[in-house]
T-cell receptor
């Protein structure tokens, strides 16, 4: 039972353009969402998060949008840079229970071409 | 602040053996969570410890266990290793408040032969 889904295994964009990574979830109890970036043989690096009381959060080149009615979130990277090439994971938790349990999607490999 | 550290970084064991992995959280963080990453199953939650108590547990067999010490350092143990236990084991720490973020260590790559 895949509660968090990233339906696109890979995405390729040109340097300077926008990268849009998508994530869907099924559990309506999730109220906190995060995006992580991961390079091979390293641990995930936190990028940005959003609480369910918001529909948008921005941090520099990274913006996360949350559509609760559609149970969908997306990560926008503008402008994309070659160093952004990595695997991106979205994750969700039911924070109201103050839990350290994150449910991860399967990841999307982003390639940014120079 | 130093990040989350995990030791060892790489480990090779044979089937039937047991293994202990160690995690030192970010200073001041009281919660430590463990995850297993495999190509087939992705990143899966194993368990969380907070103030030396297991607070959450994922769907893994009892061969997977953990503990946390008074200084918040954590260990996880896998007994009677199986080939399918080969994976990257990741530890993450957070302060323990309701709105904080988990920060991950570099992981321990376990290979079971």
């Amino acid at each position: 039972d895949q509660q968090v889904k990233q339906n696109s295994p890979s995405l390729s964009v040109q340097e300077g353009r926008i990268s849009i990574l998508n994530c869907d979830y099924t559990n309506s109890m999730f109220d906190y969402f995060l995006w992580y970036k991961k390079y091979p043989a390293e641990g995930p690096t936190f990028l940005i998060s959003i609480s369910s009381i918001k529909d948008k959060n921005e941090d520099g080149r990274f913006t996360v949008f949350l559509n609760k009615s559609a149970k969908h979130l997306s990560l926008h990277i503008v402008p994309s840079q070659p160093g952004d090439s990595a695997v991106y994971f979205c994750a969700a938790s039911g924070r109201s229970g103050n839990t350290g349990k994150l449910i991860f999607g399967q990841g999307t490999t982003l390639q940014v071409k120079p | 602040k130093a990040g989350v550290t995990q030791t060892p970084r790489y480990l090779i064991k044979t089937r039937g053996q047991q293994v202990t992995l160690s995690c030192s959280p970010i200073s001041g963080h009281r919660s430590v969570s463990w995850y297993q990453q495999t190509p087939g199953q992705g990143l899966q939650f194993l368990f969380e410890y907070f103030s030396e108590t297991q607070r959450n547990k994922g769907n893994f067999p009892g061969r997977f266990s953990g503990r946390q010490f008074s200084n918040s350092r954590s260990e996880m143990n896998v007994s009677t290793l199986e080939l399918g236990d080969s994976a990257l084991y990741l530890c993450a720490s957070r302060s323990g408040s309701s709105t904080d973020t988990q920060y991950f260590g570099p992981g321990t790559r376990l290979t079971v032969l």
